[in-house]
């Protein structure tokens, strides 16, 4: 069983936690805490057997915390992953990663020196769907793929007010990307391999919190695909995903449903279970920090997925068709 630091009690640290906490074959439990506000998680946290500490300085010095999961805001990763790192605790990092490459490689690297796991929280990719969707491509199914087109928002920007950290512009650049389209971002490169350039536009249309609300990218992966990123942050919550293929195109209409149209012949409609992706990620977390299998996202994904935000937010502001800056060769 590894013992866990939740770092950062908010709406989703909590739900971390919830996910694993009564799930003993998570291989993971949560014994402590650190939070900018403790005093106001005292009362929770003692009810789900967590022992809060002062800061995330102390939780790190507590030899009888193993690995970190950290749920903070997104300016907060880079250093904290490193001082976990340097600290010789395991992490399991909140998406965005970083909001940089420079700081994401830097990440990577002190994780790399200090042989600790490093895994990021792109959910998505643990649902039976997407794990079924990208076995179509992988099996030929599709054919060439030709084009990717992705759209994951919801109405999150209503709930956030001015003056709080979510609603910062430099915290959450582009409006809804860092909270829901940055998964669709991870689940391009999860599909169709590494982003080569990107041109965004984003607007405000209906927010008047300081954020965007309305983002669209259009990009060509390394492959020569093309693909389409939609992400709203006022509107009702949407996925959608689809693969189109020189001989077949595979769609996810929700995050259970999976369609595929062959060029001939029939086509098929599966639904797939409920999945407690939470609870995925952070088993598959713990797996690999017991010596089983590599968390299925890896660190050089990780700083690309960085990358590619990075290029999208570049393009936003100059209005012109972006490169992605490649991993370095070290990662």
């Not at 929280?121 to 997407?130: Q, T």
């Not at 860092?178 to 689940?187: A, K, R, V």
């Not at 609870?279 to 920090?289: D, G, I, K, Q």
Request: hydrophobic share 45%; with cysteine.
């Amino acid at each position: 069983m590894l013992n866990a630091a939740i770092i950062g009690l908010g709406k989703w640290g909590r739900t971390l936690v919830a996910s694993v906490q009564d799930a003993p074959d998570s291989g993971i439990r949560f014994t402590a805490a650190a939070t900018g506000r403790p005093e106001a998680s005292r009362d929770w946290a003692a009810a789900n057997g967590i022992r809060v500490h002062e800061s995330y300085a102390a939780a790190l010095a507590d030899p009888a915390v193993q690995a970190v999961v950290i749920a903070t805001p997104h300016a907060q990763h880079a250093d904290q992953v490193i001082a976990a790192a340097r600290a010789g605790k395991h992490v399991f990092v909140e998406k965005p990663f970083t909001l940089d490459q420079a700081s994401a490689s830097a990440a990577v690297a002190a994780c790399g020196e200090a042989g600790v796991v490093l895994a990021l929280g792109h959910n998505r990719r643990f649902l039976p769907a997407m794990q079924a969707m990208r076995g179509l491509l992988a099996e030929g199914s599709l054919g060439t793929l030709l084009h990717v087109e992705g759209h994951f928002g919801g109405p999150g920007g209503y709930g956030y007010k001015p003056g709080t950290w979510r609603a910062d512009a430099a915290e959450s650049p582009l409006g809804g990307m860092g909270g829901s389209g940055i998964h669709m971002l991870d689940t391009f490169i999860h599909l169709a391999g590494p982003l080569d350039r990107v041109s965004v536009e984003s607007t405000a249309r209906v927010l008047t919190n300081g954020l965007d609300d309305t983002t669209a990218m259009l990009c060509r992966f390394s492959s020569g695909a093309m693909g389409t990123l939609v992400t709203l942050a006022a509107a009702p919550r949407y996925w959608r995903v689809a693969l189109f293929g020189s001989e077949g195109i595979a769609e996810m209409r929700g995050l259970d449903h999976l369609a595929f149209t062959p060029r001939e012949g029939e086509g098929w409609l599966r639904d797939f279970p409920p999945t407690d992706i939470e609870r995925a990620e952070l088993t598959a977390f713990a797996a690999a920090v017991a010596g089983g299998p590599a968390y299925p996202l890896s660190p050089a994904e990780a700083v690309h997925g960085v990358a590619a935000f990075e290029a999208m937010v570049r393009a936003a502001n100059t209005g012109r068709m972006e490169a992605v800056s490649p991993s370095a060769p070290s990662v």
